[in-house]
């Protein structure tokens, strides 16, 4: 499978190893893979406001994803921002990240990337913290 996106797709196994691995960022597929996401949800955030609203949007869409519903089920999706097309489209990439590496793996390039750091707020719960 194929991901649109500037960053190569490692298949599901590379990915899923490198990111269950207590040193990730030593695996290939790491950077590629968390830069995947990363990027598309900076898309999705450049055609908001740019501002911690936007970011708040974006952690409402991950939110529902994390709790197994569609990006845009979540409470907030009123925001005039989730309706524009190149939103919508950025989204479905998303999921389409989200069906290749499935929820597990999904959630832990989340934390990897900027969007998933602390810097923007309280973190979103982590569902599958390995105890």
């Known amino acids: 499978m194929k991901i649109r996106s500037r960053y190569k797709t490692y298949p599901k196994e590379e990915i899923v190893a490198a990111f269950s691995s207590d040193t990730p960022f030593e695996h290939e597929a790491w950077y590629p893979t968390k830069m995947m996401l990363e990027e598309r949800l900076d898309v999705i ?3 908001g406001d740019r501002d911690e609203v936007s970011i708040k949007h974006i952690l409402y869409s991950i939110g529902a994803i994390f709790a197994g519903r569609k990006w845009n089920t979540q409470g907030d999706y009123g925001f ?5 097309v190149k939103v919508i489209r950025s989204w479905e990439i998303v999921e389409t990240m989200l069906n290749y590496w499935e929820l597990k793996t ?8 900027k969007f998933g750091q602390t810097g923007y707020g309280i973190p979103l719960p982590k569902y599958f913290q390995e105890e």
């Open 80 to 84: 005039e921002m989730n309706k524009k």
């Open 106 to 113: 999904f959630e832990k390039v989340f934390y990897s990337t």
């Open 45 to 47: 955030w450049r055609l």
